[in-house]
């Protein structure tokens, strides 16, 4: 008894470690395929596990050196069936099998410790059926290390197996990973991680609360590792009871149950309320980028039981969290819940570079407060017209005022509203609207007006042409081959002889471009563009939908105005005037 007293103290981790496939958490697929790999004698040379840590890769490995070694009173035979220790078990479970050689490649990088591997392989087991090689991080190798292995790798001995383990895939050249049965362990799912710590905690003879274990489950992330570590210091700390109370101040959590109460005073704009709650879980110890990390993980809780009511079920959640996470998602939005995502995942990270986190933390919660109570742009509209403020048409397609540029000649235009954008909150409303027509390209080689010109210069990317006739020339008359125009001040002249030779070259045939003699009149196309978009943003701010959302949201501006037809049509030239043959 004494000498049990004086012996060290073993950690969980090492002292539950699964010694056969039997006891292994959470990775039957893999054990599934060695079985029948092992029952049809199609045992391959070289494997590879990967996985985050602590899911059992190294454990794994040597598992598999025991089973390549199986030897019992029958004889020498590969078996999974581990449950009776054969004759070289204890030796490799304990790590001290001279046939069974671990490296650690974190350690022995270079191309010497590859080699002196490559050197051992020539010479046989001395007493298993197998020597066997496990590198733990294979990754971490050198190149030339790789290198060095691939021949052997490839073409071992009969006698010979080689297990690799890392947690960085990507990071082992493709010609190592095609010579290797590759295995991917998998995270271990929470029931089953929350049912392996409450059978050890049996074993142990120690008390717990489930909530305790959901919290641990949850920190532990799916590592069998993390989560015996997390349950041996939680032992201590609870002095033999893993109460939730322990979990919480171990792990600096906040009480999951106020976390939701603040959630549901920032989604209800109860921001006094909020602030309160967040300056008590302070007092108590809780850090306020947990706090926010807490609020946001529990929105994306409620998002995804919104999405898949069965999450609601998953046993790693408190009961606070099915039972009230399941009620919010009925009730809030999918865009709120949204918005809470982005605020608070861009609050963690100000949180952390702040100065004073507690303050980031509370700025945090005042932005979230207020920007959750905000209604939808269609709730805004609805709202407005309820209430009279706007014309009933409104909601559905509003239209802005006709108000074309002075001596145009067209008809007027009907436009929408693109954006509003509010300062305070950073964010965009957006009326709907129709989507215009879209209008009929014209062939490239049938240029029947001067619109049909600037569209070919367009299609055929040539940027000066189209500029020139934009802004450095206004048509005058235009008939299929011949066409007036008037340049502008300042314009080139010699843009006349490159619109010349690239209409021949595009059309085919010859057009004869003449320079009005009379001073220019009227505008070009690109001014009566821009006047047509100043009379369409003035025409946007008299507009009732508008001034009712500016008036709605101080400090909104008005930030652009789409015309539903094309900017830079104009009306039809008159052919020029025959000549009188008198």
Not at 47 to 75: C, H, M, P, Q, W
Not at 116 to 129: L, W
Not at 386 to 409: D, F, I
Not at 519 to 543: C, F, M, S, V, Y
Request: glycine residues 6%.
């Amino acid at each position: 008894m004494a000498e049990n007293q004086t012996a060290p103290y073993l950690v969980l981790a090492r002292k539950y470690r699964p010694r056969d496939f039997s006891t292994l958490v959470g990775q039957d697929a893999m054990v599934q395929t060695l079985g029948n790999a092992f029952a049809q004698n199609r045992i391959h040379h070289a494997f590879i596990l990967t996985g985050v840590r602590g899911v059992g890769k190294t454990t794994t490995a040597r598992i598999l050196a025991r089973a390549f070694n199986y030897e019992d009173a029958s004889g020498r035979h590969p078996t999974l069936d581990l449950s009776v220790e054969g004759n070289h078990c204890r030796a490799i479970i304990e790590g001290r099998h001279v046939d069974v050689v671990e490296m650690d490649a974190a350690s022995n990088t270079g191309i010497g410790d590859i080699r002196e591997i490559i050197d051992s392989v020539k010479y046989g087991p001395v007493s298993a059926p197998y020597k066997v090689y496990v590198i733990d991080e294979v990754h971490m190798l050198s190149t030339a290390a790789f290198n060095g292995l691939l021949k052997t790798l490839e073409e071992p001995p009969p006698y010979v197996k080689f297990i690799f383990a890392t947690t960085e895939i990507r990071k082992v050249p493709i010609t190592i990973l095609s010579r290797c049965q590759r295995f991917d362990l998998r995270r271990i799912p929470a029931e089953i991680m929350s049912a392996y710590l409450e059978q050890i905690l049996g074993q142990e003879g120690i008390g717990f609360e489930p909530d305790a274990l959901a919290m641990i489950v949850r920190a532990g992330e799916g590592s069998a590792r993390d989560s015996l570590s997390l349950l041996d210091q939680a032992i201590a700390h609870g002095n033999g009871l893993v109460s939730a109370a322990t979990v919480k101040a171990m792990l600096g959590l906040g009480d999951r149950a106020r976390i939701i109460d603040l959630f549901e005073d920032l989604m209800g704009g109860r921001i006094a309320e909020a602030l309160t709650a967040l300056r008590e879980l302070y007092d108590l110890g809780a850090d306020p980028q947990t706090l926010l990390t807490d609020l946001a993980e529990f929105t994306h809780l409620v998002t995804r039981i919104k999405v898949v009511p069965a999450a609601a079920d998953d046993a790693s959640l408190t009961p606070d969290e099915k039972t009230r996470g399941r009620d919010l998602a009925n009730r809030l939005p999918m865009r709120a819940l949204t918005r809470t995502w982005q605020i608070l995942f861009k609050g963690v990270e100000e949180t952390a570079r702040a100065g004073n986190a507690l303050q980031a933390a509370e700025m945090v919660l005042i932005r979230l407060a207020y920007a959750a109570d905000l209604p939808s742009p269609d709730e805004v509209i609805t709202r407005l017209t309820q209430q009279g403020t706007l014309p009933a048409a409104a909601p559905s397609a509003p239209s802005l005022p006709p108000r074309g540029p002075s001596g145009s000649g067209g008809g007027a235009s009907a436009m929408r509203v693109e954006a509003v954008q509010a300062a305070p909150t950073n964010m965009a409303i957006a009326a709907p609207a129709t989507v215009p027509n879209a209008s009929v390209q014209p062939a490239l080689a049938n240029v029947a007006s001067y619109k049909d010109l600037i569209a070919l210069a367009a299609a055929k990317r040539d940027v000066l042409v189209k500029l020139a006739l934009e802004s450095q020339m206004r048509p005058v008359s235009f008939e299929q081959g011949r066409i007036e125009v008037a340049l502008a001040d300042g314009a080139d002249p010699g843009i006349i002889a490159t619109l010349s030779a690239r209409l021949q070259a595009w059309t085919g045939q010859r057009w004869l471009i003449m320079v009005s003699t009379k001073p220019p009149e009227g505008l070009t196309i690109r001014q009566e563009a821009e006047q047509k978009q100043q009379a369409a943003n003035e025409a946007a701010h008299d507009d009732p939908l508008v001034k009712a959302i500016l008036e709605t949201f101080p400090g909104a501006k008005l930030v652009n105005v789409t015309v539903r037809d094309d900017a830079t049509a104009m009306p039809d030239l008159p052919p020029p005037p025959e000549e009188d043959d008198e």
